[in-house]
């Protein structure tokens, strides 16, 4: 899937380059070149286009917006890691994600729009115009299910960050359409299962070797979990998907299913889900894939490479190592999470430590002497070649299998004991009790620096989430820095979700209202 989603950058460009010409010339029908309203044809046009889905999938940054991997963005927002960046200017806007003392035009806010929206405009255009191309209907039926399913996950990140959005089911056709409406959360994540369903039905259980990275029933049916989950907790009520109730007896069925049925499995060595060794192993439900194919150069547009920025920006800032390529320090991980973890097998694969570093570190902005060992610059994912910062090759590990034991120990499965058991029993620990506090104990041991931590807070209510994200005077031995860039207030008039971009505000002709808080 790495070199098959290459090809959709060539494509992309194309369709830019002849769509941005004059009215008059739009007019006219080429008749020797690609346009989007002539290339799709047949079976292969229509897989070109299905790649051009999956290549957003990977994008983390804006061109001359920001860089804005959710991996990034997710865990910053949480209590798990500062902004960081080399100085006070260079990670301002991560820090205004940090303090959760957000401006409207923060770049890295609406970096995170737009990457949403690309992806769901193609996933538009491609269920728009597969039924018209020549293909068989086995063809038509997967790749509408794939499709299905990443509509529903761009639209499920933007809807956990922003609440408040437009919900496009169509392309727009033109400027009359320009000016949309936003949604009620309701009408979005009702959509998101809908999708969803409708995916389950359609996917296949398991894809040949050389289609890795394409997506299975599976991991829409952990996806579905997830949703319903994140839904119920902040909104306390259930999903309407076209007249199936998506309740948890319905959501909790899904993963049994995975569980019972999918082959996925914990691996014995936990560290290797952050490994090449684990890429799209037996516990990898759902995985983005990150590498360096093609080698890619061009500073102006890092997402036409594959690399993972998000490992570039919170690699630590040392030279001349063997084990570490030189990263940005963004994303430092608080001695809140050192400590919660200090006794669990899992830290050392979890925190990379200021002292296991070879070579020479420099320490930027917020540096507290932890970083992120999941997602980082080790030597394991350096790229073969093209500028070493672009090219990394961690991949992402979206849904693990542990998450899905987890979440259905959460929904209080008969088997919760089992489930939560065997997470620990992985890592060499004794069992506990499957209690709630136990299963969201487990959770931040399991999943800490995944992306996950945030959002589990806010779906156990804002009085939680506010106890959890305020701290000050929680300082570890290596912090470098006055107290005060590390003492954060929750905003709870928000609600935890990040403002509407002030540019989307303004080019909205008075259709958008701002998100409460700002």
């Not at 597969?130 to 068989?136: G, L």
């Not at 004991?417 to 969201?440: F, H, K, M």
């Not at 104990?441 to 939680?464: A, H, K, T």
């Amino acid at each position: 899937m790495k070199n098959i989603i290459s090809k959709s950058v060539k494509f992309l460009l194309l369709i830019i380059l002849f769509n941005a010409c004059s009215d008059d010339f739009l007019d006219l029908q080429p008749l020797d070149v690609i346009v989007s309203t002539n290339f799709y044809q047949t079976e292969e046009d229509a897989f070109q286009a299905l790649v051009a889905v999956y290549d957003v999938l990977t994008y983390q940054s804006t061109p001359g917006v920001s860089w804005a991997p959710f991996l990034t963005v997710a865990d910053v927002l949480s209590d798990d890691a500062f902004g960081g960046g080399s100085d006070a200017n260079d990670g301002l806007e991560f820090n205004q994600l940090s303090t959760h003392n957000i401006p409207t035009p923060n770049p890295v806010v609406h970096a995170t729009w737009i990457k949403n929206y690309i992806g769901i405009y193609r996933a538009n255009l491609f269920l728009e115009i597969i039924e018209k191309i020549e293909a068989s209907e086995s063809f038509k039926q997967r790749t509408i299910a794939e499709v299905k399913f990443m509509r529903a996950y761009f639209y499920f990140e933007q809807v956990r960050f922003f609440e408040n959005i437009p919900l496009l089911l169509k392309t727009i056709s033109g400027p009359s359409e320009y000016s949309q409406e936003q949604n009620t959360p309701k009408e979005v994540y009702d959509q998101i299962a809908l999708d969803l369903i409708e995916a389950i039905a359609d996917l296949p259980e398991s894809v040949p070797t050389e289609e890795t990275g394409r997506i299975t029933k599976w991991a829409a049916q952990g996806l579905l979990a997830r949703v319903f989950l994140f839904y119920n907790g902040v909104y306390g009520a259930n999903l309407d998907a076209g007249g199936t109730t998506v309740d948890r007896a319905y959501a909790l069925a899904q993963l049994e299913d995975l569980i019972a049925n999918s082959g996925h499995d914990l691996l014995d060595d936990y560290s290797h889900n952050f490994q090449p060794e684990g890429e799209f192993g037996v516990e990898s439900v759902f995985e983005i894939s990150h590498g360096d194919s093609p080698t890619w150069w061009d500073w102006g547009y890092p997402r036409g490479g594959n690399g993972n920025l998000a490992a570039q920006m919170q690699g630590p800032r040392v030279t001349s190592s063997s084990n570490w390529n030189r990263g940005w320090s963004f994303g430092t991980v608080s001695h809140k999470l050192a400590e919660f973890m200090e006794d669990d097998p899992r830290f050392e694969h979890t925190i990379l430590l200021e002292e296991e570093l070879d070579g020479s570190l420099s320490k930027g902005y917020q540096h507290t002497g932890y970083f992120s060992k999941k997602y980082t610059t080790d030597a394991a994912h350096y790229g073969s070649a093209g500028q070493f910062e672009l090219n990394r090759t961690n991949n992402f590990r979206v849904i693990r299998f542990s998450d899905v034991l987890l979440m259905a120990a959460e929904m209080d499965s008969p088997n919760k004991q089992q489930y939560l058991d065997r997470v620990r029993e992985r890592v060499g620990l004794d069992p506990v009790p499957a209690t709630e506090e136990n299963i969201w104990r487990e959770r931040r041991l399991e999943l800490s620096l995944e992306g996950i931590r945030y959002f589990d807070l806010l779906r156990r209510g804002l009085d939680y989430a506010s106890q959890e994200l305020s701290h000050s005077g929680i300082r570890g031995p290596n912090y470098v820095g006055e107290q005060s860039i590390f003492d954060v207030t929750f905003n709870t008039a928000t609600k935890g979700f990040l403002p509407i971009p002030q540019t989307e505000v303004d080019l909205s002709d008075g259709m958008f209202n701002q998100n409460a808080g700002y």
